[in-house]
């Protein structure tokens, strides 16, 4: 038995008695064999040119359709992750819709009153910050200083007349938020079919209510900005726009933009390929969770982005950057080529050239 289990080890080893390999150092003690090459070296298990090349096209084509996306948005000002996150399903939901401040815009259509300095309306504050943003950046003289606080008035005087006009509907509305959560604390909510159906129709429903109600402030907010543009002579046009203070949902935004064009740019280059193909996964992943294909999550797709079960579109090329993360193809045909004979394999004294 001991002979047969040799004998069929050693046919294992395609280089015969003399080859370097570990399989003849363990049962062939009688072959001079010194080196020892990893299991995954031998020649079945190797790369070949067509798959290295194949390895760096699919690299190459992931990094284009990041670079793209990312360019994408920024070229469009009007871009907002928003629209997604408010979309957010299943069991991570909630830390999805957390990340869009004032979601349900709770905060922003409270009822004004200039006296509650503690808790302001958010679009009080934002009409106060922006006009004194506006008067320090241009140095506006006495005149326009003056007609700049009219301004701001009549932007402060459409707000509160508009909340107390719709008071009552919002009121309405806010009962109609705190029924909503109360009905997803309740046994059952998030795992029975019809329960999770209502729910999302619900919030779909106070999304939709109170979304005129948020584009009339943001109207109120962008009059005030060009009412006060037109204040300015050339010179002071010539200082640029008014330096804007980063809120949560524009960090995320940002974030969003620059990841996308970085880890395009370094898929593409072969530069950092590794972490670029790991950052890319995460942010994949991200997306799966935030809309999960999985067996009783409410709402399914919708069917014009095809029929799937938990392997979406997305979820393929997360598994491919994954894979990526796990070969060195930025050494096949990228910049990484360069780093490691540059600066990894002086350093290490040519281990790890795998």
Known sequence: MAKLLARAMLLLCSGGPT?????????CPTHHCRAEVPVLKRRAFELGGL???????LRMTIGWHFLYAGLWKLQHPDFSSGGFLRQAKGPLAGYFLRLVPDVDGRQRLNPVDPDDTAEPNPVWAALKAY????????????????????????????LKEFLAREQEAILDYFKQLDQLAEDRQRPGAGSIPYL???????QQELQSLARPWLDTLDHIQAELRRDLDVLLNDRQRARGGVPEPLDQAQLVDRLVIYSNIAIGGCLLLGL??????????????LVVLAQPDWPGVYPPPHPSVGRSLVVTKEFVEMMALFFLATIPVGRWGGLDFLIHHMFVRPVTGGRGTS
């Open 19 to 27: 080859h370097s390999c570990r399989v003849c150092t363990v049962v």
């Open 51 to 57: 798959s290295v090349f194949m390895a760096v096209l």
């Open 131 to 158: 006009h004194d943003r506006f008067v320090e950046h241009y140095q506006l003289d006495e005149q326009q200083r003056a007609r700049a606080q009219q301004r701001l008035q009549e932007a402060q005087a459409r």
């Open 196 to 202: 999770q159906k209502r729910l999302w129709e619900k």
């Open 272 to 285: 950092f390929t590794r972490l670029a193909s790991f950052g890319g996964g995460l942010f994949l992943l």
